[in-house]
């Protein structure tokens, strides 16, 4: 499948069929989540993958009832790391595995200063925003990988953050259904390129 037949081939799937995506591709696409970009590749992300069905249906009230919930295979759940100062710890030690040690923190030294006056708040909104750049590669990839995907906010986080027992600092910004398609996709409903380019 060219890039093309990718991006015009998915889309958002409102109801999967129940099987499993075998392991060895949700492998794969783990593999391609990982590779998203990010601002200073500081990757502030947590993404926790649920596959039973136990979970889905407590998860399921909380998130309007939407039936991709317990229909897909796996329910990707992609949490926005607050806590940049620790992503950016982790990635100064990942660093000094491909740099010398002095330049890796020299790279990392200069983030910790951007971020030194930054709230609380202000490290959430950014680091959701990256986060959003690995869900794209998560709906692209499934496509590539040859099943279906949904990008979903209709849920409540706060209750996901209590029903999956989540550090304070990893914030539920955004769901990835992946599983088999049991819907047929609708036509794409876009503007037209002279709204948006100028
Ligand atoms: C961030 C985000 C959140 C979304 N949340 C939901 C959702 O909760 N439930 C749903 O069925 N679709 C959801 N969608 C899917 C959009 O409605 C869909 O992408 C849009 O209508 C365009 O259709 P297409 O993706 O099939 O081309 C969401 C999409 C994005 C990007």
Redesign the pocket.
Known sequence: MDFKQIVMG?????KFDGRKIPQDKVDELFELILCAPSSWNIQPWKIKVINDEETKKKLAPV??D?P?ITTCSHLLVFCADSDVMSCINRLEKLMAKNMSVQKAKEMTDMMRGAFKNSTEEYCLAWAQRQT?LA?ENA?LGAKALGFDS??????SGEEYSKILKLPKNIVPT??CAIGFAADT??P???FDKKDIFF
């Open positions: 998915r889309y958002a799937t409102k998130s309007w939407q991709q959003y869900l709906l949904c990008p979903m906010e209709g849920f955004a769901l996709p609708q794409k409903v876009r």
